[in-house]
């Protein structure tokens, strides 16, 4: 499993290798792509066409984030104007970007804050909402937005509050980075990839991200052999709030692992949603590479439907 709080290098990873296939505008395509299939989902109670379309293209937008930006423990500076309708945020820390810029083994795709104006105008253009974003400081984890009604653009500097502004002052350390719905924007990067490229393409790609971001933990793999790897998968769990689910059992020439079912299968079930036909690869090629880097045998011995899986790292 890639744990949510790393999905972020995956996703900037991603865009690399899409840019190296066809250029910036098969990036594109793939955001368009995530805004149709993800974001404009109204299937998917989370999604941002689905608060739209229950609260309405403003009120959707607003409380869509506020539990978006909320569980990625945003440092955030928002005015809402209720009678003027629109509103204003500053985001000062993005974690996301933030985990990205703090990263000294890769780079950040040059491009990625774009997105962001991509997959949600897309969406929003269809409730009548303006989404306009300010990505100039992105290189310090910074950016500024602005959310409104088409034809209803605030006049002035809506950037300061008024007497009837309700003011959401919100520090990253007042909430846990734990957003799970980025589990299924990876997982639809995995289906793109394969229903795009084919079914070696989404190993090669999981494969080449794995040799590299996760180049710090094979090289303390190769240190420090099987021990390394069972506080590293312990780590992923807890973070996800799922230890309970997790089982290791340690000798010296072996490491089991031993998962009741995922966690990120049962989210996704919880949402209504089903894991794509390459979600198993976040198991079978991640843990293999990682197990190949560091000069061991890697076995699968069990994955069922809902992620419940036994498998084993040994030595050669």
Known sequence: MISCT??????SEFFKFLEKKGGQDAVMKYWIYLSDRNIGDKTNPNSLASFCERLGGFEGARAYWSHTLT?????LYKIYEPEKRYIFEHIRRCPSRGMLNSLEHIEPYHNYCEHCNVIYQRVLDKYGIVYERDHSKVDNAECFSILYEKGNKPHGDYTIPTEKSIVIDMKSEDNKYLHRDFHLLGDLALTYCGEKFGDNSVKQFLADYTKTYYKPIIEKIR???FSAIKDWIESIYEVEESSDLLHTDLNENMLTVTVDKSPVIEYMHSLGQQPGKYYFEETNTFYSVIANECDMEFYLDYY??????KFRFCIK
Not at 304 to 309: R, W
């Open 6 to 11: 790393e999905f972020i290098p995956l996703y």
């Open 71 to 75: 569980e990625e423990a945003c440092d």
């Open 223 to 225: 240190k420090n052999g």
């Open 304 to 309: 069922e439907a809902d992620g419940a899986a």
